[in-house]
């Protein structure tokens, strides 16, 4: 190889070097501080101070959909199911825990400042008219609301129809929320 073969060689390896570190470099400096994007904190999970259980509108004959509000400036993050009870005599003191048998997998749900999230609840059905019977053979239980637990808090509510809430057992179906 003569010296002038040896110096294009050399200028030619520099050249290709050099668009390397070039396309590299665009590699590498792609992404949120190359365009100025500061990454995100993940919002912080939703408190009982921050979000405000506001509606239970009945779905079916024994079914009944729980909808919460973000009532912060802040976003947070619900996740979860609820919890619920039957308040007796329209009580939150004289309530019916209900075990709450989880339908599906919770996933966290971000809600910003005003968002609503909701899941599903699904009783076991009082049968028949007027008074009712429970197939099990057991007296239904009837209450004019419920107390529904969210974030580390206790919400009461009515039947968004004016009914009341009557089942049989002492379980529910709860889907997780979804916003």
């Given amino acids: 190889m003569t010296r002038a073969t040896r110096c294009v060689a050399i200028k030619a390896s520099s050249v290709l070097l050099l668009a390397g570190f070039a396309s590299g470099a665009v590699f590498v400096g792609s992404g949120a501080a190359a365009t100025g994007d500061v990454p995100r904190r993940p919002a912080a999970p939703c408190t009982s101070s921050q979000v405000v259980a506001d509606s239970a509108q009945p779905t079916g004959s ?12 802040k976003p947070c993050v619900l996740n979860g199911f609820p919890t619920v009870a039957l308040a007796g005599q329209g009580s939150p003191d004289k309530n019916k825990p209900l075990q709450v048998i989880r339908v599906g997998k919770a996933g966290p749900v971000q809600l910003a400042a005003g968002g609503r999230a909701s899941a599903q609840l699904t009783f076991t059905p009082v049968l028949g008219e007027a008074d009712g019977y429970c197939a099990s053979g057991a007296d239904p239980f009837v ?4 107390v529904v637990g969210v974030a580390g808090g206790r919400h009461q509510l009515a039947p968004s129809d ?13 889907t997780a929320f979804r916003g």
């Fill in 143 to 146: 209450a004019p609301s419920m």
């Fill in 62 to 73: 024994a079914q009944v959909r729980i909808t919460v509000t973000n009532k912060s400036s």
């Fill in 162 to 174: 004016g009914g009341e809430f009557a089942l049989c057992g002492t379980t529910v179906r709860a």
